[in-house]
């Protein structure tokens, strides 16, 4: 299997070669090339070795796609696509091949659909509304349809808890050796009322 990587300013096939652990012959042949010369934004294949893995996936551009419709299907935004393949426009031709994924990536991203609000995505994604806000430096709780939100990783420190037909924040609390105030920070509750099926963050 071959990984992909997009020609930037200063590349050449050597230092392509040494970052891989590869060779400039090798580069040559699984490309196709004649010449040492590489243009910025050229894709080029990268043979896999034993101690190299190339993190990044490509995408082929079919009929009918867009950045957009791309940057949803991944879980990325419009312009981390075209950062990640050096584009100046949002035009694509069909068959062009598109970096969809950095291995620099750290945090998941999630794209804001019809109904959502920070609370329930913060549910979902077993954060807290509070770290979302910081990483995304949100100064407010509103979203907008199609808004890219990076969701952090999932804390260690925590774990879930799916309410249960007869539970009360009390009893959860008593169980778990907490206090009704800390569940309520925790997840950005106002109120006493659960909801059967209902998932809360807990300290681990």
């Known amino acids: 299997m071959e990984g992909y990587y997009r020609v930037q300013s200063g590349d050449t096939l050597w230092s392509l070669a040494r970052k891989f652990n590869s060779t400039v012959d090798e580069l040559k042949k699984v490309n196709n090339?004649?010449?040492?010369?590489?243009?910025?934004?050229?894709?080029?294949?990268?043979?896999e070795s034993d101690t190299t893995t190339v993190e990044e996936e490509v995408y082929t551009v079919k009929s009918g796609d867009t950045l957009y419709?791309?940057?949803?299907?991944?879980?990325?935004?419009?312009?981390?696509?075209?950062?990640?393949?050096?584009?100046?426009?949002n035009t694509l031709?069909?068959?062009?091949?598109?970096?969809?994924k950095s291995s620099e990536e750290n945090n998941n991203t999630y794209t804001v659909v019809k109904g959502d609000s920070l609370y329930a995505i913060a549910r979902k994604f077993n954060t807290t509304v509070d770290d979302i806000k910081k990483?995304?430096?949100?100064?407010?709780?509103?979203?907008?349809?199609g808004q890219v939100l990076k969701i952090p990783s999932e804390k260690s420190?925590?774990?879930?808890?799916?309410?249960?037909?007869g539970d009360t924040l009390?009893?959860?609390?008593?169980?778990?050796?907490?206090?009704?105030?800390?569940i309520k920070k925790l997840n950005n509750l106002i109120s006493n009322t659960l909801s059967i099926g209902q998932t809360l963050l807990l300290p681990n």
Request: hydrophobic share 35%.
């Open 33 to 47: 090339l004649t010449s040492n010369s590489l243009s910025i934004g050229q894709l080029l294949k990268i043979p």
């Open 69 to 89: 419709s791309i940057a949803r299907k991944y879980n990325l935004t419009v312009d981390e696509i075209k950062k990640l393949n050096n584009l100046t426009s």
């Open 93 to 100: 031709s069909i068959g062009q091949k598109l970096i969809v």
């Open 135 to 145: 990483l995304n430096n949100l100064t407010s709780n509103n979203l907008s349809i």
């Open 157 to 165: 420190n925590q774990i879930t808890y799916t309410v249960k037909k």
């Open 170 to 182: 009390y009893n959860i609390a008593r169980t778990y050796n907490i206090t009704v105030d800390e």
